[in-house]
């Protein structure tokens, strides 16, 4: 048995599917920036002065910035438990496919929400649990982590809407936007589609609607992080309305 474990954990094998998260990963970075650009030179189209154009070039870079920022490639550990149906040729595939299972989704306050595990760096020697079979191994791998900080701007959807303001998430991110951080040319509207929307109906805030917002405070817990936001700065405010689709 000693044999299989070891030999088991010595060979070098591919992680399932780690091309596609890179790719997916590299895909919505992207699209995050074409997004921030595009978005913020429409606005700066409909505007009459030049001297706006340095404040415009400003803002993007401040934005590109940010974005870096949000996610972070680090290595952590664990202690993974596996039943000893999967002591074989294939254990590593399975220590690592249950690695995946268990940690990707989810979140802690220090280091943010799991995107994805991207490589293993170490696993050690199992640890035989008595009584049960069970074997421990310490595993330490590489993932991509999402951490939002005070100051970064996201592009969320809203998911709930009432006269106190308006929830949205982005991700697995749950962000608050308070009246008070709504642009005061907006006013609650109640009725089947609770909105927020302009003295003219130009714009509208309801459920579905995407936008994008600035991070003024966050809430760390244990197993998840909660987040306070404002539209009420430049270029920030609704990107999609569901409401005007055709």
């Not at 949205?168 to 909105?195: C, K, R, T, Y």
């Not at 244990?222 to 920030?236: H, N």
């Amino acid at each position: 048995m000693d044999n299989i474990l070891r030999q088991s954990l010595t060979s070098k094998r591919v992680i399932p599917k780690r091309g596609q998260i890179k790719s997916k990963i590299a895909a919505t970075a992207f699209h995050s920036l074409v997004s921030i650009f595009s978005h913020n030179f429409r606005i700066f189209s409909r505007r009459t002065k030049l001297d706006s154009f340095s404040g415009f070039i400003v803002d993007v870079h401040h934005r590109l910035q940010v974005l870096r920022k949000m996610f972070f490639h680090i290595v952590l550990e664990r202690n993974m438990q596996l039943h000893p149906r999967h002591f074989g040729r294939d254990l590593r595939e399975k220590l690592v496919s249950k690695l995946m299972k268990d940690v990707e989704g989810t979140c802690s306050g220090r280091h943010g929400f799991v995107v994805a595990i991207t490589g293993i760096e170490n696993v050690g020697k199992g640890i035989i649990r008595d009584g049960t079979g069970f074997v421990t191994f310490p595993v330490k791998y590489q993932c991509v982590v999402f951490r939002p900080f005070k100051g970064e701007i996201l592009e969320a959807v809203v998911s709930m809407v009432n006269k106190m303001g308006f929830f949205a998430e982005a991700g697995p991110v749950q962000i608050f936007v308070s009246n008070h951080l709504i642009p005061d040319d907006m006013e609650f509207q109640s009725g089947d589609m609770p909105n927020y929307t302009t003295s003219d109906g130009s714009v509208k805030i309801q459920k579905d609607s995407e936008v994008r917002l600035k991070i003024i405070g966050t809430r760390v817990d244990a197993t998840e992080i909660f987040c306070i936001g404002t539209i009420k700065d430049d270029f920030l405010g609704v990107i999609s309305d569901p409401g005007t689709t055709s």
